[in-house]
Each structure stands twice: as C-alpha cells, then as structure tokens.
C-alpha cells in the first residue's frame, strides 16, 4: 500500500467513522487527523499514514512468533518494553528486532 492509498484510507476512515474516532484508534488528536484532511499538517505525514496503514489497511504479517496477525498487532506487539519475565514477550522482543516490519535486518 502506497501512501496516496493511505491518505484515501484515511479519507474513507474518516468519513465512515468520524475524524474523532480515527484519530482515536491512531493514538492521535482530532486537530491532527483535520489538519492532514486538510493539506495543512506542517510536518511530513509519512509517520502518521504508516499509522494508517497499519491500523486500518487490513493488512497482515507472518511473524515467527505469534503466526499470521494483523499488522496493527504486529505493530502493537513490537512497541512493548523488553519483558524477562514473560517468555512470549522475550522471544517476541528478539524477533522483532531481526524483523522487516521494525526496520531490522532478518
């Protein structure tokens, strides 16, 4: 999915579920989700259409730990702190740090 896809995405989101709720599920402000409908957001939107796509581009990864999984828990799962005493979450954190989708090197 390219970036012009995800800023449609982000156009039908929000016209289906309202700019409140997207910005809601992107962790992000309304003033936010406005100003980037709007062509004004200031700064380069590509962080935030990554968002997008992971969240809402219906798209899915395999990962060598959990399986196949929704790139919105993909992208969950790689934000989590280093956990030693969950052995899930310890190979969890190894493997996203060889994985693609983290920008690492497999």
């Not at 995800?6 to 992000?28: C, Y």
């Not at 989700?33 to 259409?49: E, F, R, T, V, W």
């Not at 992208?75 to 740090?97: D, G, H, I, M, S």
């Amino acid at each position: 999915m390219t970036y012009p896809d995800a800023m449609k995405l982000l156009i039908d989101k929000s016209a289906e579920l309202g700019q409140a709720e997207v910005a809601r599920r992107l962790g992000l402000s309304g003033a936010a989700i406005s100003q980037i409908l709007s062509g004004k957001y200031n700064a380069a939107p590509d962080a935030i259409l990554s968002r997008v796509i992971e969240v809402f581009g219906g798209l899915s990864v395999e990962c060598p730990v959990l399986g196949q999984i929704p790139m919105a828990r993909c992208a969950e799962k790689r934000k989590l702190p280093f956990a030693a005493t969950n052995p899930q979450r310890v190979a969890l954190f190894r493997a996203c740090q060889k994985c693609p989708q983290n920008g690492g090197k497999p």
